[in-house]
Structures are given as structure tokens and as C-alpha cells.
């Protein structure tokens, strides 16, 4: 390899590694924003400010804020979704995964319809690929993967919507006076949210691996 040939490479390893780097630091000023001002605060020119670029650098990288927004989700769901012991049983994996991937957004809820605006579980795609080829292997029944991601996807962004809605309005303080029963109701709560919320996904992941493991018996000959 000539030396005109090889100072090509590097330096086309350099613009890639420096665009990497700008990249995620890129979507850590928009994370730091939306959780210090909401997702609102994130703009071109907010950005370039906060990164001391010119906003037509960003361009460069990004169509629009959607797309940086997009980015700062995927950054947050990074990892989350093949995490976890492997040696756990499937379900049990299942459920801490799920669990970990609310309490990762509950720290960003702002992302939430930002997410909702696409396939959810196209965000961070190759995560969910290995958590397939994982589940597969623990002896999940197959036919009951998807519905299963599908439905745990419905129950965790209601959730954090739900739990972020929850948190900005002090209930207790109206109901004990004019709503008693609530009031009561809501004092005797025998299980906290986050403990409530596995409990949910637990439900949701027994009841549709019976329905599959059901019609797998019924499609049996002789059954």
C-alpha cells in the first residue's frame, strides 16, 4: 500500500471517528435538555449552542429535529433491550428487561410519543434480534414471541405515560376531602408502581404464552 493510498484510509477513519463523536454527543445535549426543559427545548439552534457548532453543522448530520430526537431515543433504549443475566429463566429475563427498559424512560417520558410515531420495536432493532435469538434458545415457545414484545410494548409506554400524569398531580390532596373512598383506596395501595407495573407485564406474558401453548395442543392431531 502506497503512502498516498494509506493517508486516504486514515484520514477517512478520522472523519468517521470524529463524526461518531459528534453524533453522540449530539444526542447527550438533547437528553440533558429534554430532562432539564422538556423535549420543546430542543431545537437546531439550542443545540448548536449548547455543542458551540454552527447549526448548519448539524444539518449536515440531521435532516430535522425529529431525527436527532430519534437518535437521542435510540441512545436511551442502547443495550437495554438484549440486556440482562442470560442464565436467567426466559421470563424472568423477560420482566427485568422490560422493567429496566420503563425505569430508562421514565427518566426521559418526553420520548415517549416521539417513539410512538414509529415501530417501537424498530428502534433499536438488532437488540430485539438478539433478544429473539436468546428467548428462542431459553426455550421460549417461538409463536408467543412477538405477541408478547408487541403487548409489552402497549403496557410500558402507557405506563410511563400514565406514571408521568400520575406524578404531576397530587390526587391524594383533593380526594381525602371530597373523594373518600379513593382517598382510602389509595392509602391502602398493597403494591408500589413499579412493583404494580411487573406484576402487569408478568399477567401479560402468562396469559399469552397459555393462549399459544393452547392452540399449539389444539392443532395436535388426536387432540
Known sequence: ????????????????????????????AALDLIQAEGVEAVTIRRLAAELDVKSASLYYHFKNKEEILILAARSVLE?????????????????????TARAALLEYPDLVPILLRRNPLGIGVA?????????????????????????????????????TAVAADNRSADWEEHFPGMYRA??????????????????????????????????????
Open 1 to 28: 500500500m502506497d503512502e498516498s493510498t494509506l493517508y486516504k484510509r486514515e484520514n477517512r477513519v478520522e472523519r468517521i471517528k470524529s463524526q461518531v463523536i459528534s453524533i453522540r454527543k449530539t444526542a447527550r
Open 79 to 99: 443495550g437495554v433491550r438484549s440486556s440482562g443475566d442470560p442464565d436467567l429463566h426466559w421470563r424472568e429475563w423477560l420482566l427485568d428487561n422490560t422493567c
Open 127 to 163: 437488540d430485539h434480534q438478539k433478544a429473539v435469538d436468546l428467548l428462542e434458545k431459553q426455550g421460549m415457545p417461538f409463536g408467543a414471541i412477538m405477541p408478547v414484545f408487541d403487548s409489552l410494548e402497549s403496557i410500558l409506554y402507557g405506563n410511563i405515560m400514565y406514571t
Open 186 to 223: 389509595e392509602c391502602a395501595a398493597a403494591l408500589d408502581p413499579d412493583e404494580a407495573f411487573r406484576q402487569a407485564a408478568g399477567a401479560v406474558i402468562d396469559g399469552i404464552v397459555s393462549a399459544v401453548l393452547a392452540m399449539n395442543r389444539a392443532k395436535k392431531p388426536g387432540s
